[in-house]
């Protein structure tokens, strides 16, 4: 049974920072990535990153700020948040796909985590 774990989630101050943590269960995948859904909008698209990490894509909402990177021998993804904003607020969902590129479409995803809370305060 495939399972993904979120955890790291938490209530941070404005400017600080969080790491989020996901571990699959069950099978490896090609791609791992993140999403994020805050209170009235759609799920959205965060980063992803190639089996061999060599590929990532971001939204530019946080690029600068978020960095992925996993650990295959653990098969797990990291995400680590750093200069946080009120509008990062959302719940965080880690999501996998069997398909090779680390594509933004939520469609794509085979897999998907029960998601994190993260809160930023201001």
């Known amino acids: 049974q495939v399972q993904l774990v979120e955890s790291g989630g938490g209530l941070v101050q404005a400017g600080g920072s969080l790491r989020l943590s996901c571990v699959a269960s069950?099978?490896?995948?090609?791609?791992m990535g993140w999403f994020r859904q805050a209170p009235g909008k759609e799920r959205e698209f965060v980063t992803a990153?190639?089996?061999?990490?060599?590929?990532?894509n971001y939204a530019d909402s946080v690029k600068g700020r978020f960095t992925i990177s996993r650990d295959n021998a653990k098969n797990t993804v990291y995400l680590q948040m750093n200069s946080l904003k009120p509008e990062d607020t959302a719940v965080y969902y880690c999501?996998?796909?069997?398909?090779?590129?680390?594509?933004?479409?939520?469609?794509?995803?085979?897999?998907w985590g029960q998601g994190t809370q993260v809160t930023v305060s201001s």
């Open positions: 990153i190639s089996w061999s990490g060599s590929r990532t």
């Open positions: 999501a996998a796909r069997t398909g090779i590129g680390p594509v933004t479409t939520r469609m794509d995803y085979d897999y």
């Open positions: 069950g099978r490896t995948f090609s791609t």
